[in-house]
């Protein structure tokens, strides 16, 4: 669901990923109907950042 937010809405996926100061550049870049495609790949780009985050998270989490 937030793969396809990620390349709809790139600004708001920035929001769900508590970057809210990347929201608003993101969504500066949106504006612009060139900007689109930058920004959709900055913000699944970020999302998989997040994902891997969250991952080594709770890979540390258990291993304590």
Do not use: H
């Amino acid at each position: 669901m937030r793969l396809i937010l990620a390349i709809l809405l790139p600004w708001l996926q920035f929001f769900t990923i508590g970057r809210p100061i990347a929201g608003i550049i993101c969504l500066l870049l949106q504006i612009s109907l060139v900007g689109w495609i930058p920004a959709a790949i900055w913000s699944v780009y970020a999302l998989s950042q997040y994902k891997t985050d969250k991952k080594i998270a709770k890979a540390i989490k258990s291993n304590e």
